[in-house]
Nanobody, 124 residues
């Protein structure tokens, strides 16, 4: 079993920054690739970005490239999503997710464990 707990969400003005954290525990083989997804009201839960098991490679959806950065601190069992230059369209509930994959999965089906989500609201 893997447990994931997100924190760091909140209300921020457009152009501002937030850093989300995801505290992970449980079997390490089940949380190699760590991803972030987001879900806006009335929409699907969409892929935002992923970091591989070594922390050396990341992949992002085009809409956040250059603005969002994922990192991991395995000593602290924590994954971070640094979000800069935030836009109103970034408003959503953000979820971290764990996958046993040694690659960079983007599909929700590749992730077996999910956090409870944290709300990010960007005002214009």
């Amino acid at each position: 079993q893997v447990q994931l707990v997100e924190s760091g969400g909140g209300l921020v003005q457009a152009g501002g920054s937030l850093r989300l954290s995801c505290a992970a525990s449980g079997r390490t083989s089940s949380r190699r690739a760590m991803g972030w997804f987001r879900q806006a009201p009335g929409k699907e839960r969409d892929f935002v970005g992923v970091i591989n098991w070594t922390g050396s490679v990341t992949n992002y959806v085009d809409s956040v490239k250059g603005r969002f950065t994922i990192s991991r601190d395995d000593a602290e069992n924590t994954i971070y999503l640094q979000m800069n230059s935030l836009k109103p369209e970034d408003t959503a509930v953000y979820y971290c997710a764990a996958s046993p994959s040694m690659g960079l999965p983007t599909a929700r089906s590749a992730y077996n464990y999910w956090g409870q989500g944290t709300q990010v609201t960007v005002s214009s």
